[in-house]
């Protein structure tokens, strides 16, 4: 290796590294010096005042705001997570491999799609009149309320989550060893047990850090609970793009935004360290 | 591969991954039907076939300049995108350095931050040096965003090619750049056409930072979130349609491109 790069080295390495530091991690550092900034007369200045920190972390709303947040990302993770494991189990366990490939191109299709517009679609669905409740109401059952409440916002959740969760668990069920399987079920264990005990746990780090990921995307995203959910009352999310669009306050939202971003890294490491403790057994 | 099968429970797991499915691709499908319907709000039973959002679409200029401002984004973004990551995936494939775990993070990890906390760094950030509120700043802010995938796609690619071939190339004579001309970019053509497409597909597709940055240039998904805070408007649907054919287009598109290398995949 040579020690001093040399200018084709620079060439190729350089304009990657000068974009993302510039454009990614010099916004996201100016954040936190835009927190201590105040607001005078409905402009900014730079500053050195813990003001905005102080009247965000003291309102209640701001806390209700963001347990509520915490949990239902979380309570999206859990439930999307095992609305998915039985798919990506018969996919990766009983499917024939040329239909296992089709699964997963099937699934690739939604990332590229908008999700504004499935969102859209999903609010005809939902609505009080909507296709599900009409689709109920000939079977004599509702109307049911499924919009503008947290069932719409898991639902949007869902849309937005599943096809990736599931993705993530095929791809790591896929390298959970066939012969522990065969050997369990020598042993005459059981069905379900042989899920619990053998499956689960070697797939354990994939299917943690899926979930993650529907945490990761339940916690940030601001359309579905404030056009599947009502918005009222509101997340993180939304209330980052509620004081950022109706004025100045930038350096509260920036407050906000900041808080968001220790959550998920706290929740993002805990996650990993969980997935692979215990990984060289 | 005997194991303990019971028909009935293999059943009911594949009814389960068709109501999976189904979930996930009823809302795209609605929106294709309901694109085609007369009925301003759709339910059971579906009012009659209608063209009407198609002609509200066309006729409306406020979506053909945001269309314009998607398609001007997304050419650029695709580029701009393309050019560096295939810079980061080469820097990956070819050295090792100290620091290169951050290189990597760096490079690899704006899709994990929240599109809100980035819209708002973003804003804060462009409006400081001024270049927030017009097109520059979507691509500024796109480029950022989908040059992570260029790069895992190109260094999916590299990752196929003979370390043996680049050495045989220097070792005939060829210098670094003469490699690079003649035997990397060769092998590495479908994947940059397909990072191209791939990126200009995320990039259309894109609402939420385009919407914090782009002030009044907005492209086609900023409108789409207009609509969506507007009053009920099934010309989404219309606009929603035409997005996903398009980008079903671009997809195909680059599949094909992926699967013609000269080297036949098994």
Redesign the interface.
Known sequence: ?NTR??L??L???????I???A??????A??VA?SFWTVRNFQMQPDFDTVNWIKIYSRGVFWDAYFRTLLMASASAVLISL??F??S???SF?LRDSVKRW?IF??I??F???????????Q??L?D???LN??LG?LGLGPYPMLNNTFGTLAGY??LC??LV?LLQVFSLNFVN?DL??AA?NMRC??LQTVLEVIIPSAKAGLVIAALFAF?LS?????SPL?LGGGNPPTL?IM??DI?KSGQQ?PR??VV?LT??AT?LTVAFAAIKFAYREAGK | ????R?PL??GL??L??AL??I??????A??FV?SLNSDR????PLGSFSTEWYRLIWEDPLVWAGFFNTLLVGACVAA?AT??????A??DF????FGKTA?LA??L??P??????M????????S?VSLSGNVVSVI??H??MC?PFA?AIIRLRLSQMDPDLEAAAWNLGGN??VT?RHVIIPFTKPAIYAALFITM?VSF?E??VAW?VSGLNETL?VK??GF?QGQVSPR??A???L??VS??S??VIAQLLMRNPDTKTP
């Not at chain 1, 916690?219 to 359309?223: A, C, M, P, S, Y």
């Not at chain 2, 979930?23 to 795209?28: L, N, S, T, V, W």
């Not at chain 2, 070819?94 to 350095?97: E, G």
């Not at chain 2, 819209?119 to 950030?125: Q, T």
């Open positions: 290796m790069p040399s084709f080295s060439t190729f390495s350089l304009p990657l590294l974009w993302q530091l454009f990614f991690l010099f916004p996201l100016f954040l835009l609305l998915a039985p798919a189990y018969a996919i009983k699964m099937i699934l299709i939604p590229f799609t908008s999700y504004l517009v499935r969102v859209y679609s999903l005809v669905f609505s009149a909507g296709i009409a689709f000939y869902a849309t599943l096809p599931i066939r399987v065969e079920h059981g069905r990761i916690f940030g995203d601001f359309v056009y999310s980052i793009t950022t930038w939202a920036a935004a968001m971003i998920l | 591969m005997t194991g303990n019971n429970i293999d797991l594949k389960h991954i999976c499915l979930f996930i691709f009823a809302p795209i609605g929106s309901f709000f759709p339910s059971l701009i050019l560096l990551g295939f810079g980061g080469y820097t070819r050295y090792k350095f290189y760096l490079a990890l704006p994990t931050i929240p599109v809100v906390i819209g708002l760094a973003m804003l804060a950030f462009l400081r500024i802010a480029g950022v040059s790069m670094e750049w690079m597909a597709d609402f939420a914090f998904p789409v979130l969506l989404i649907n606009i929603g349609s997005a996903f980008s079903i671009f997809i």
